[in-house]
């Protein structure tokens, strides 16, 4: 079975300052890792992904996450955060039966001005 | 292009009623999902359609719970005797194949109320 963990209900960030949101991962086999974004009253909206190759992947928004096999995280990034990128942020590996995703609890991401 | 819209937005019901869910993925797409978001469960896989072939419905809660897609394309969730518990934004998503490597594409939800 597969699984995802984000430690950290909620982080709080000033604007300007980097921003780590954390993710780690239990699959069996290669992981297929995903980042979502989920604003109020909205879907999931995609930010990037992690298949093979390059363990920093590049995705929407000015995000990037770090893929560390060792340690089994994916963990979510951005160099200088926005007070408009607040927002619940999820992370999810794909797999199974189906190849659904199987997602974290989810990491509400609060900046302040 | 469109995306992956869902009918109705919203949808308040009283307990014991049947609702219909509707979901339309983007076109040409032929893997398509149903999660279902409360604030108990986080985000949960219920159901998982591949072009014509049998649905996987190894996430379904309860056999109050269906699905169908006609044609390849349109998908209905339906909840048969709703309760308290069955509250919450039901998602649906779509996936150009079922390849592990392809993002999907949500829908943005229906919320659904049992009073």
């Known amino acids: 079975a597969q699984s995802v963990a984000q430690p950290e209900d909620q982080v709080n960030v000033a604007e300007g300052n980097p921003l780590t949101v954390k993710c780690t991962y239990s699959?069996?086999?290669?992981?297929?890792l995903f980042w979502y974004v989920q604003y109020p009253n909205r879907g999931l909206q995609f930010l990037l992904k992690?298949?093979?190759?390059?363990?920093l992947v590049k995705g929407s928004y000015g995000f990037e996450a770090e893929f560390n096999k060792s340690q089994t995280s994916f963990h979510l990034k951005k160099p200088s955060a926005l007070v408009s990128d607040s927002a619940l942020y999820f992370c999810?590996?794909?797999?199974?039966?189906?190849?659904?995703?199987?997602f974290g609890g989810g990491t509400r991401l609060m900046v302040k001005p | 292009g469109a995306g992956v819209s869902q009918s109705p937005s919203n949808k308040v019901t009283e307990k014991g009623k049947d609702v219909e869910l509707r979901c339309d993925p983007i076109?040409?797409?032929?893997?398509l999902y149903w999660y279902r978001q409360s604030l108990g469960q986080g985000l949960e896989f219920l159901i998982y359609?591949?072009?014509?072939?049998?649905?996987?419905k190894s996430g379904l809660p309860s056999d109050r719970f269906s699905a169908e897609r006609t044609g390849g394309s349109v998908s209905t969730l339906t909840i048969q005797r709703t309760q308290q518990e069955d509250s919450a934004v039901y998602l649906c998503?779509?996936?150009?194949?079922?390849?592990?490597?392809?993002?999907?594409?949500f829908g943005p939800g229906t919320r659904l109320t049992v009073t």
């Open positions: 998503a779509s996936s150009l194949q079922r390849d592990r490597g392809l993002e999907q594409y």
């Open positions: 699959v069996s086999g290669n992981p297929y």
């Open positions: 992690y298949i093979t190759g390059d363990n």
């Open positions: 999810a590996v794909r797999g199974g039966a189906g190849n659904m995703l199987t």
């Open positions: 076109s040409g797409h032929t893997a």
């Open positions: 359609f591949q072009g014509n072939s049998a649905p996987d």
